[in-house]
């Protein structure tokens, strides 16, 4: 037996899939994940430093997520509640948002209700 504390001493588990394991408290670090696919729990998981371009959720709870430093640039967002979500230091350049209840929405402490009744007296 090897010395080493390596317990998978070959890496390349390209195409192996796990059913069922208990990867609570696991530490990936420089792994390849490109094309893997995720029926599991990652309650209280963290991703620093991570590249989840062109990733697909769905079907995925993300209550009470924090995300900082992220780069939404081109993002599709449909079906999404976002009810009590709280959003500071945005770049909403070039957003549109279509079919929304916007009921007690706030943009810097006002209503955008009182915003679209303001806009409409003014046309």
Request: charged share 25%; proline share 2%; glycine share 4%.
């Amino acid at each position: 037996m090897s010395d080493s504390k390596d317990p998978f001493p070959n890496k390349d588990f390209r195409g192996h899939e796990f059913e069922r394991a208990d990867m609570s408290s696991a530490f990936f670090n420089g792994v390849n994940l490109s094309d893997s696919r995720f029926w599991a729990v990652i309650e209280n998981g963290r991703f620093n430093d991570s590249n989840l371009r062109k990733s697909t959720f769905d079907d995925v709870n993300l209550e009470e997520c924090s995300y900082e430093n992220v780069n939404l640039n081109g993002a599709r967002y449909n079906n999404v509640n976002l009810a009590n979500a709280s959003f500071s230091n945005l770049n909403l350049s070039n957003v549109e948002i279509n079919d929304a209840n916007l009921q007690g929405m706030k943009i810097n402490g006002v209503l955008v209700s009182d915003l679209f009744e303001a806009w409409e007296k003014s046309k």
